[in-house]
């Protein structure tokens, strides 16, 4: 009966997205108050009801209901608690109903934050949201009913892959899709503000927040699969260039880009068109990325379904999204009329360069990703395209892009005084001198190494530069810079610390791909191998059992300079229902680099497979992605963000008060 409440409650969230997806656009459209007011129940009335689908669904899973052919297909008794709950989103029909689940959330957060929203346009971005629901909720229904039952019932289920019975896993997908899913309400923003023909400072300040919300969940979410990816599957790697990889990344670039280009939008009135095309943009990819994870085009740990109908589903889906919004954009964008004048070397421009560079970039991942499926699909040729063509193609158009980003923040709007800039940087010409002298002198190379680290040390001389600046430190007394510092609009704060967190996050990926040491061999118990001036001794092999699992665990000794340093413990892992091996890399850091060892299949002649790495810098990978994700969230929590630009016209009204009390 619960399964059948969920069905039914996720019909009518179904009728009443039908609703709100057309009364209040059609009441935005003929001016009729009461229609455009019918949005905000809808709108919670739909929440509502697929929050009592989901609900069921969870129910089903923590009770170990059988009788769902989903629960059946993704969990068993005998699995942890937590790893029961986690298996609703870890195959196809349950991620989906939570997608649907926050894209009805943050319909409800538009309505509720929303109250500042001209209500014309609150009606039309909400109306878009519907549509949107309606089309996801559509092919739930059709093609991915998570409520389908089993006749008879079998007694125990298959069981959750065991890949995804992780910590990292269980927050993994959330994260991604609170930030695939946020980039709807920039979309939906951008189609309303075609479909009345305005976009002005107000709309990009009401945009900002959500794409901030969106991108800070993103970044949390890449980095956690990366750190999965880094202590789950044994490669001592932590990226990979996977094309599921790369479908959650190029949405991710293209937020960057919008947060950029929304800045001068709001702050000079200045490129209005390529904001709204770049939230079009980076909505569209991200359905993309559902498509690719979805359609049985890959073959990943990241794919959650093979059936070609839902891939038609989805592919007719996006034609309709992406080729209606594209349309419409052509269509409309001409009248929105462009706002303020800015010379090339100004704050302006340093932004347009930057929103070039991450587009540019995206379009490289985009033709890697698909140009191998494209080539199957037309000639049935297999090509592959791996790390080398990133790393020597994407890797060269951002480094750019990381050398302005010190400069930008310290331009002046409109015009800046390019001598004057460069002398500020002075602290930033240091730093990243400093650091190229001390690499060579201590490593000698490789180049790219030391230009990737020096650009990282270029880049957190910039934000320090640019914060002396804004606190004025040095120039007058300490105590003024401290209320300065007190009285910084947290957006800036949030700003340099994202800044900081992708210097940081630089240096950890140039470390870790340039001085990586690596040593695979069969080891006997007793027997030592030496890495990068450590010894590691197999000192035993044991086994016993877990929750659902056998475990295989090596216990390692490692040693430097005959003093003993740690004892490591990895293991590989046997699942009973699935008969899939996993590894469980033992890691040690200093947070300056990791110690890391796996263990592979047992060898025929005896012993076992061993890999041992030595990465330096990755624990700063880690560290500089919380600080990125710190950075979006101390700037998403500023109050501008919540109470809109003013109008050109309300500008003018303040304005000439003052003089009137003058008179």
């Not at 990703?369 to 080539?375: D, R």
């Not at 910084?488 to 990926?509: E, K, Q």
């Amino acid at each position: 009966m619960i399964a059948e409440i969920g069905h039914f409650a996720l019909i009518l969230a179904l009728a009443l997205a039908v609703v709100q997806g057309t009364l209040p656009l059609i009441g935005a459209w003929r001016r009729n108050d009461s229609w455009m007011a019918v949005s905000r129940p809808t709108v919670a009335g739909q929440f509502v009801f697929v929050s009592l689908s989901l609900g069921c669904l969870m129910y089903a899973y923590v009770a170990s209901d059988f009788s769902l052919a989903n629960v059946a297909a993704n969990s068993h008794s005998d699995k942890p608690l937590p790893y029961k709950f986690s298996g609703l989103w870890g195959n196809h029909e349950g991620s989906m109903l939570l997608w649907v689940w926050i894209l009805a959330l943050y319909g409800v957060a538009i309505a509720g934050l929303g109250g500042n929203l001209p209500p014309p346009l609150r009606a039309r971005v909400l109306a878009i949201q519907g549509l949107v629901g309606v089309g996801f909720i559509v092919f739930l229904l059709a093609t991915s009913n998570p409520f389908l039952r089993l006749d008879p019932a079998p007694l125990n289920g298959n069981g959750l892959n065991p890949l995804l019975q992780d910590p990292g896993l269980a927050f993994h997908p959330p994260l991604l899709y609170f930030g695939y899913v946020g980039l709807s309400v920039a979309f939906s923003f951008a189609v309303a503000a075609l479909i009345e023909g305005k976009v002005d400072p107000a709309w990009a300040r009401w945009v900002r927040p959500w794409s901030l919300l969106s991108w800070s969940a993103l970044t949390a979410g890449i980095v956690l699969g990366s750190w999965w990816a880094y202590y789950e599957l044994g490669w001592g790697g932590f990226w990979f260039w996977d094309p599921v990889e790369n479908a959650s990344f190029m949405p991710w670039l293209m937020a960057t880009a919008l947060l950029h280009s929304a800045i001068v939008a709001e702050k000079r009135d200045a490129l209005k068109n390529w904001t709204v095309l770049l939230a079009i943009l980076g909505f569209s990819l991200s359905l993309m990325g559902t498509f690719l994870v979805r359609s049985g085009m890959l073959t990943s740990v990241h794919s959650f379904a093979a059936d070609p109908e839902r891939g038609v589903f989805i592919l007719g889906f996006l034609v309709v999204v992406i080729g209606g919004s594209l349309t419409l954009y052509a269509w409309r964008a001409p009248s929105l009329r462009s706002g303020g004048r800015f010379r090339p070397v100004s704050r302006e421009g340093a932004l347009v360069v930057n929103n070039l560079l991450l587009v540019t970039g995206c379009a490289t991942v985009f033709i890697g990703t698909l140009y191998p499926l494209i080539l199957d699909a037309i000639s049935g040729d297999k090509v592959s395209v791996g790390p080398p063509f990133f790393e020597s193609s994407f890797v060269w158009i951002m480094a750019p892009l990381f050398i302005l980003t010190a400069a930008g923040p310290l331009l002046a709007w409109k015009r800046a005084d390019l001598a004057g800039v460069m002398q500020r940087l002075a602290l930033a010409f240091v730093a990243a001198a400093a650091a190229a002298i001390l690499l060579v002198a201590l490593r000698g190379g490789p180049w790219g190494a030391i230009l990737g680290l020096t650009i990282a040390a270029w880049l957190i001389g910039g934000v320090a530069a640019e914060f002396i600046e804004r606190l004025r430190l040095f120039r007058v007394p300490l105590g003024d810079s401290l209320r300065r510092a007190l009285v910084l609009p947290r957006s800036a704060w949030g700003m340099s610390l994202a800044h900081a967190g992708v210097a940081i996050l630089i240096a950890g990926t140039v470390g870790a791909t340039n001085w990586q040491t690596e040593r695979v061999q069969v080891m006997q118990v007793g027997e030592s191998a030496e890495v990068a001036g450590y010894d590691f001794t197999l000192v035993s092999l044991g086994e016993s059992q877990g929750p659902n699992y056998n475990i295989l665990r090596g216990e390692f000794r490692v040693q430097q300079d005959g003093e003993l340093i740690d004892t490591l413990h990895a293991d590989k892992r046997k699942y009973w229902v699935q008969g899939m091996d996993t590894s469980e890399a033992a890691i040690r850091t200093s947070w300056i680099a990791d110690i890391y060892v796996a263990i592979g299949d047992p060898a025929p002649a005896g012993g076992i497979a061993v890999r041992i790495y030595y990465n330096p810098l990755v624990p700063w990978i880690w560290i500089g992605a919380l600080v990125m994700v710190l950075g979006g969230l101390v700037s998403f929590s500023d109050r501008r963000h919540r109470v809109g630009a003013p109008s050109r016209a309300r500008r003018k009204i303040q304005a000439a008060r003052p003089a009137e009390n003058e008179a």
